[in-house]
């Protein structure tokens, strides 16, 4: 069964007010650390040493995430329909591609839907890491290729991580299994998906999805707990997204030089670098943002696109492929031909 005429619309972004530099972090780091001097330098030279290999700079944060989680979605969600002219009511399909949550049931998107005023949508939760707004696009063609009554759909991010991230890094080992957690940042987002032509919009052509669940154990925010990730690990699989993305591209046609941008996640500099050099593609061609926000994990591809369209990068009449990776291990993408 082939993809059904959809389009994607720009995306709405929530950013906090609050931006912390390296510096800032590093100022939280040392206030819990119990060692002596010489070993908060060795500690330090070590944290540092992964910002600049990520390319971390700021990251915007909420000091004290204000209540409920889903509030930031609704935020970011207000201001994309509002600049479409959509009322909320017109709204068939929500769908919440968030880590953040507060509750167990029900949905974080019935939630979204109920403040929005989406009183008739089906709202659902899609749970898949870093890869939940990419997987959540593909969710919403897929039901809209066997429900030929589903016309409009909204997909939105609230990545909020106030509780699961933890300043108290005493070791070498801790910050190998941490450090990743001082990247991050946070940000809402919203997008709309639809059966007629959006504009600003464009033509999605393919979305496909892969898992790699045997690595599922790299990298884990427990429910009680705190946020880990065995970083050098996750990172490694990296090399799987490359042939990945080539199987995207040929469902549709394209070659990697035909790709005008890859709109990617932004997990690090590096990471994003060893991607392109592996499928052969120019440095412009994916464009790296992390170190103006840090990893905003599952906001970060909508957020990216925000940027670059903000920037007027993205242009009418280019080519873009969407794409992540995330722990589990779970690779998206998506083709968009951008009409502007």
């Not at 819990?32 to 070590?46: C, D, N, Q, V, Y």
């Not at 959540?136 to 997909?155: C, E, M, P, Y």
């Not at 300043?167 to 070498?172: G, P, V, W």
Request: charged residues 20%.
């Amino acid at each position: 069964m082939g993809i059904p005429e959809l389009y994607l619309s720009a995306p709405a972004v929530r950013l906090p007010t609050t931006v912390l530099t390296n510096e800032d972090v590093l100022g939280r780091v040392r206030e819990r650390f119990r060692g002596t001097e010489g070993e908060w330098k060795s500690l330090s030279r070590l944290i540092r040493y992964v910002f600049r290999l990520c390319g971390t700079e700021v990251r915007y944060m909420e000091e004290t995430a204000p209540k409920p989680v889903a509030d930031h979605a609704v935020v970011a969600a207000r201001e994309l329909l509002s600049s479409y002219g959509v009322d909320p009511a017109d709204l068939d399909l929500v769908v919440y591609g968030s880590i953040a949550r507060d509750y167990y049931e029900p949905a974080t998107a019935t939630e979204v839907a109920g403040k929005l005023g989406a009183h008739g949508a089906l709202s659902i939760d899609v749970a898949a890491a870093c890869a939940g707004a990419m997987v959540s696009v593909q969710d919403v063609a897929a039901r809209f290729a066997i429900d030929d009554s589903l016309r409009l759909a909204l997909v939105c991010t609230s990545s909020i991580t106030d509780r699961w991230l933890s300043y108290d890094l005493q070791t070498a080992e801790d910050v190998d299994l941490m450090a990743a957690g001082l990247t991050i940042g946070n940000a809402a987002s919203a997008m709309l998906i639809s059966r007629s032509p959006l504009c600003p919009g464009g033509r999605i052509l393919a979305v496909h999805s892969q898992g790699l669940p045997a690595h599922h154990h790299l990298c884990r925010a427990p429910i009680d707990g705190v946020f880990r990730s065995q970083s050098s690990a996750l990172f490694g699989l990296a090399e799987h997204t490359p042939p990945h993305i080539r199987q995207t591209l040929s469902r549709v046609g394209w070659s990697v030089e035909d790709v005008d941008l890859f709109v990617f996640h932004q997990p690090s500099n590096r990471v994003l670098r060893e991607i392109a050099t592996n499928l052969g593609a120019r440095p412009e061609q994916m464009p790296q943002i992390h170190g103006i926000y840090g990893n905003t994990e599952s906001s970060a591809v909508p957020l990216t696109f925000h940027h670059l369209l903000r920037e007027g990068v993205i242009r009418p009449g280019m080519k873009l492929l969407f794409g992540t990776a995330a722990a589990g291990f779970v690779m998206s993408t998506a083709a968009v031909d951008w009409r502007g």
